[in-house]
């Protein structure tokens, strides 16, 4: 007989889970207490780093079903997501997200479901680079100087102090500026 189990998590500790278990329920999963999963947690963060994720894993067992509200709870990325749902497939645990109608996604459909989203998210991410490149092009041809500007004034103050016999440490404490920011000033001439 299979079991149910829900995992829900949020990103600050002034969030909570309620609203997500509230949610599962009410599409029909019946999920006993020791099997709703809670975790507060960046998305940032794989899946596979997250320590209430892996305590979950640990109980999973073969035939039972994983209840997430979003794609989003799963994992950071389409890759991580994927990942996730294709461990969890191996295991032959079915995952359902309420928020893609509450398809299983182990199967046909939740598979299919899956590759378009993350082609989709691929997509956008190659948009993205592509914007990013075009701006830095755009930038060059306008004769804007990219990167980090030249720190002019503290090289300038570092050579000074050191043309007056300061030791570098002493020139870091003055200027209050870091040990290999002067050393990388002093160099220079």
Same mark, same amino acid.
């Given at each position: 007989?299979?079991?149910?189990?829900?995992?829900?998590?949020?990103s600050?500790? @002034?969030?909570?889970?309620?609203?997500?278990?509230?949610?599962?329920?009410?599409a029909?999963?019946?999920?006993?207490?020791?099997?709703?999963?809670?975790e507060?947690?960046?998305?940032? %963060?794989?899946?596979?780093?997250?320590?209430?994720?892996?305590?979950?894993?640990?109980?999973?067992?073969?035939?039972?079903?994983?209840?997430v509200?979003?794609? @989003?709870?799963? !994992?950071?990325?389409?890759?991580? %997501?994927r990942?996730? %749902?294709?461990?969890?497939?191996?295991r032959?645990?079915k &995952?359902?997200?309420?928020?893609?109608?509450?398809?299983?996604?182990?199967?046909?459909?939740?598979?299919?479901?899956?590759? &378009?989203?993350?082609?989709?998210?691929?997509?956008?991410? @190659?948009?993205l680079?592509?914007?990013?490149?075009?701006?830095?092009?755009?930038?060059?041809?306008? !004769?804007?100087k990219?990167?980090?500007?030249?720190?002019?004034?503290?090289?300038?103050?570092?050579?000074?102090?050191?043309?007056?016999?300061?030791?570098? &440490?002493? %020139?870091?404490?003055?200027?209050? &500026?870091?040990?290999?920011?002067?050393?990388?000033?002093?160099?220079?001439?």
């Open positions: 007989m299979s079991r149910t189990f829900a995992y829900c998590r949020v600050t500790t @002034d969030q909570n889970t309620s609203n997500q278990l509230i949610e599962i329920a009410s029909g999963f019946a999920v006993e207490p020791h099997r709703a999963f809670e507060v947690i960046s998305g940032s %963060v794989q899946a596979k780093q997250r320590p209430v994720w892996n305590k979950l894993l640990e109980r999973l067992e073969m035939g039972d079903v994983l209840v509200t979003k794609l @989003d709870r799963l !994992g950071r990325n389409a890759i991580d %997501v990942s996730t %749902v294709d461990e969890l497939a191996s032959e645990v &995952v359902h997200c309420l928020a893609l109608g509450g398809a299983d996604l182990t199967s046909a459909a939740g598979r299919m479901t899956m590759q &378009v989203l993350s082609a989709v998210a691929e997509f956008e991410r @190659d948009l680079i592509e914007r990013t490149q075009a701006g830095l092009e755009r930038a060059k041809a306008e !004769g804007k990219l990167g980090r500007p030249e720190a002019t004034e503290t090289k300038q103050k570092v050579q000074s102090l050191k043309q007056q016999m300061f030791t570098q &440490v002493q %020139v870091a404490a003055k200027l209050g &500026v870091s040990l290999p920011t002067v050393k990388r000033h002093w160099k220079l001439a």
